[in-house]
C-alpha cells in the first residue's frame, strides 16, 4: 500500500501507524515525568498529579493533531474579549514567599526563528558569539540565572 495519496497526502495506514507512534509517545513522556517525580528532591520540582494529567492531555491532543497533519485556521483565532484582560496596573502585586514559589515554577521557552541559513549559519545561531566569548545561549542563562537572583527563585537542579 503507498504511503501516500495521488494528491501527496499521507495514506490512512501511515496517518494510523503515525498516530500509534504518536500515542507511545505519550507513554514514554508520561513514563519520563512519572520518573522524574520519584527522583526529585526537591518538592518544587515535582508535577501534581492534576498538573501531569493536563500536561499529558495537552501533549496527547497536540500529538494526535500532528499525526493528522491539522493545520491552525487562523481565520478562527479572535482576539481576546476586553473582559479576559486586566490591565497590568491593576493588578495586586505578590508577595515575596508567593512571587518566589511561582517563579519556582516558571518554565521559559525561547523561540529563535529559523536556522539562519540565509545569514550564512552553518550551525545552531545559539553558538554564535555576539560579545568576546559569550553566545546567545550564554546570554539566556544569565538572564534567567539573572532572575533567579534577584527573586531568590530556587533553581531546580534535581529536576534536569
Known amino acids: 500500500m503507498p504511503l501516500q495519496n495521488v494528491n501527496g497526502s499521507a495514506s490512512q495506514s501511515l496517518q494510523d501507524f503515525k498516530g500509534v507512534t504518536d500515542k507511545s509517545a505519550v507513554q514514554v ?3 519520563k515525568l512519572q520518573n522524574m517525580n520519584k527522583a526529585s528532591v526537591d518538592p518544587n520540582c515535582i508535577m501534581s498529579d492534576s498538573e ?4 499529558l492531555e495537552l501533549y496527547g491532543r497536540y500529538m494526535t ?3 493528522k497533519k491539522a493545520q ?10 476586553e473582559n479576559m484582560l486586566q490591565r497590568y496596573d491593576t493588578l495586586i502585586a505578590a508577595s ?7 517563579l519556582s515554577k516558571l518554565a521559559v521557552l525561547k523561540l529563535n526563528g ?6 550564512g549559519c552553518k550551525g545552531p545561531k545559539s553558538v554564535i558569539e555576539v560579545r568576546g566569548d559569550t553566545t546567545f545561549l550564554d546570554l539566556i542563562v544569565q538572564q534567567i540565572e539573572g532572575l533567579n537572583r534577584a527573586t531568590r527563585a530556587p533553581t531546580c537542579r534535581s529536576c534536569s
Open 52 to 55: 501531569l494529567a493536563g500536561f
Open 72 to 81: 491552525i485556521n487562523w481565520d478562527l483565532i479572535e482576539q481576546p474579549s
Open 65 to 67: 493533531e500532528r499525526s
Open 96 to 102: 515575596d514567599a508567593d512571587r518566589t514559589a511561582l
Open 114 to 119: 529559523g536556522l539562519g541559513t540565509s545569514m
Open 29 to 31: 513522556v508520561e513514563e
